[in-house]
């Protein structure tokens, strides 16, 4: 089994930073992408930021240049740098990797940006 606990979300005035962190535990062989999704209130969840096996990156055009997503193996873990934070990036982030036994999911950490 793997488990993923996400950290780091809170308030944030617009134009702040946050950095959310994703540690995973448990039996993991081989893992092939990173995610990270958001649920804005009343809207569908979307993918936001991936990191892909070999270490290429995806971005939701709305956070290009604003969102770093990284990883960092030896400690099972994976992060979102959020930068120039605006109201519209409020919602629920969830973690998600992709591995050999299907998807593994964490409960989210809240993001709210306002003033």
């Known amino acids: 089994q793997v488990q993923l606990v996400e950290s780091g979300g809170g308030l944030v005035q617009p134009g702040g930073s946050l950095r959310l962190s994703c540690a995973a535990s448990g039996s993991i062989v081989n893992i092939y992408a990173a995610n990270w999704y958001r649920q804005a209130p009343g809207k569908q969840r979307q993918l936001v930021a991936a990191l892909r096996y070999g270490g290429s990156t995806e971005y939701l055009d709305s956070v290009k240049g604003r969102f770093t997503i990284s990883g960092d193996n030896a400690k099972n873990t994976v992060f979102l740098q959020m930068n120039s934070l605006k109201p519209e990036d409020t919602g629920v982030y969830y973690c998600?990797?992709?591995?050999?036994?299907?998807?593994?999911w964490g409960q989210g950490t809240q993001v709210t940006v306002s003033s």
């Open positions: 998600s990797i992709d591995h050999d036994f299907g998807s593994s």
